[in-house]
């Protein structure tokens, strides 16, 4: 079965043309006049004294420290991942050592979140847990040996984690070692 097309008459074109530039011309009308009819808006002044500056860790500083706390486990047999978090906790690098287990990407940025937070190392802070024990509690924590705080100025900046020794003290030393790598200049 075969359709024929219906042939519109000139005077149908027409009209059905005019229709559809009105239309298309109305909305592009439109965008122009309001974005046209509305100045920007010159920023708000602030008082003084309501803004702070603060110090973060450089992605390359991060990256370094990460490459150290990782070699460090390499070079005693240990299969880690590495995490460096901001001073709001927000991950900077990671790096997952070959062989590394799945849970240990997680609990290294946990443990560095956590070193952070509190500006201690992790090992001290999983000991606050005898007199407090709802500190475990706090979302994004974890009270395990293995973080490691950098300070600048004495003000922490950045939180080194590492997951995946059999042991929280390794993993702490290999967090360590990260911070050092830093700190020293390197």
Known sequence: MQHKAK??????????????LAAVGAGAAGAVSASADTPAAAPAALKEKTTTTSTHLT????T??????????????????????DR???TIVTLRGDGAGPQSYESAIKKAYTSVSWNAPTSELAKRLEKAPNLKDIP????????????????????IGVAGA?????????????VDAISNGR
């Open 166 to 178: 059999p042991s929280g003290d390794l993993d702490e030393k290999f967090a360590q070692a990260g």
């Open 88 to 90: 709001n906790g927000n």
């Open 7 to 20: 042939k519109f008459s000139t005077r149908a074109k027409v009209v059905t043309s005019a229709a559809l």
């Open 59 to 62: 992605v390359d500083a991060a």
């Open 140 to 159: 994004g924590t974890l009270f395990l040996a293995g973080g490691a705080p950098v300070a600048y100025n004495s003000a922490p900046i950045a939180g």
């Open 64 to 85: 370094d420290a990460a490459r150290a706390a990782l070699d460090a486990a390499e070079k005693d047999g240990q299969r880690v991942t590495v995490a460096v978090v």
